[in-house]
């Protein structure tokens, strides 16, 4: 039985095409109502667009001991938070490689809230516990809270008219907690699409009624509904790993470019993995996750072979059509190298080496 967020019943009504995602029936998109990937995708560059996400997880970190525990299992340092301040960070392992990678969120000096993946909530948790809590409690709080993502140039303009609180004065990886269409929300600035808008957290009852609220509210902004079909592809273009593709534990935090999330000065103390990812970060690691552009036709999926002068090196973490780019566009490891920006690769699609070039990433990067 596939588990079913508080918004199923506005999928359906809004034309959903719906699959199973993670154990979830998600819509993948709307195309029963004439949108579909591509014009939501697009929407959301030029617009706005409105995710259910509520299959995401969220675990409470309550206690005088929450800071120290965290500074402990997490990559980044968590030190730098103030109170309304959020923080892309990771689980690691002794291998540097990532259990999950999470969001952070400060609300006071004894209560953070970590959102993790859905697929990973179960794990997450048991991992969490495993490292030995003091001082702090760990609250799985999933159930109660529907997460909706509204992301676009216009996501502001639609939210502001709905709530009292200045949503100006709210930065990028900043949240505030007031009301929303009179109900009680969280509002932070974050996202996985490269652009401007925000993730809004409110109890699960609440959902229907809030999404309601936002689709109306953004009737005249040309807000959409989107699927995990947009989310995939826009994620991509601003280059935001997905867990299970691009990132896993086989798969150092280093190597996939996020070394920015790892803090290695004496302040933040020990944390699994911390040697081999202080040493990746001073001596580079053997392979690289890197960008690359198809340059003759053929779109490279997950699991395609690359090649490098025509062995074998890795396969595709992600790849696809990239519609605001009009190109084809993938992910994958390379040997440290060979992932030079403008070196060529070859992708095996249906037994031909198909040429593609690194290129400079995120692939799309939103004006400020």
Not at 170 to 193: D, E, W
Not at 325 to 353: C, H, Q
Request: overall charge negative.
């Amino acid at each position: 039985m596939l588990l079913k967020t508080p918004l199923h019943a506005q999928h359906i009504a809004a034309g959903a095409r719906m699959v199973s995602f993670g154990g979830w029936d998600m819509p993948i998109d709307y195309s029963g109502k004439g949108l579909g990937v591509i014009k939501e995708h697009l929407a959301v560059r030029s617009n706005a667009g409105l995710f259910d996400v509520s299959h995401m997880g969220e675990v409470d970190i309550v206690g005088p001991g929450a800071l120290a525990f965290l500074q402990r299992v997490t990559s980044n340092d968590v030190a730098k938070l103030q109170d309304g301040h959020a923080q892309y960070s990771a689980l690691p392992m002794p291998t540097g490689a990532p259990v999950d990678d999470i969001i952070v969120y400060r609300f006071n000096a004894e209560r953070y809230l970590l959102v993790v993946n859905a697929s990973n909530r179960a794990k997450d948790v048991a991992w969490l516990q495993a490292q030995g809590p003091t001082g702090c409690d760990l609250n799985d709080r999933s159930d109660e809270f529907a997460l909706l993502a509204l992301q676009g140039p216009k996501a502001a303009a639609i939210l502001q008219g709905l709530t009292p609180s200045d949503l100006a004065s709210v930065g990028y990886y900043k949240f505030t907690t007031g009301t929303l269409s009179g109900l009680s929300a969280t509002l932070a600035r974050t996202g996985y699409t490269g652009e401007d808008g925000f993730e809004i957290m409110v109890p699960s009852a609440d959902a229907p009624a809030l999404w309601d609220a936002l689709m109306s509210a953004g009737a005249g902004h040309g807000l959409v509904p989107a699927g995990l079909g947009a989310r995939d592809t826009l994620r991509l273009e601003a280059k935001m790993c997905l867990y299970g593709n691009d990132i896993d534990e086989t798969t150092t935090l280093v190597e996939a470019g996020l070394g920015w999330i790892v803090c290695v000065e004496p302040h933040k103390g020990d944390f699994n993995g911390r040697a081999i990812l202080a040493e990746q970060r001073a001596n580079g690691p053997a392979r690289k996750l890197v960008g690359f552009e198809m340059k003759e036709r053929g779109i490279a999926r997950h699991g395609y072979p690359v090649l490098v002068a025509g062995s074998p090196v890795s396969v595709v973490t992600s790849g696809s059509m990239a519609p605001f780019l009009e190109k084809n566009i993938g992910l994958a490891y390379v040997p440290a190298a060979n992932a030079a920006v403008g070196s060529p690769l070859g992708i095996e699609i249906r037994g031909a080496s198909v040429l593609a070039e690194i290129v400079k990433t995120p692939f799309y990067k939103r004006a400020r």
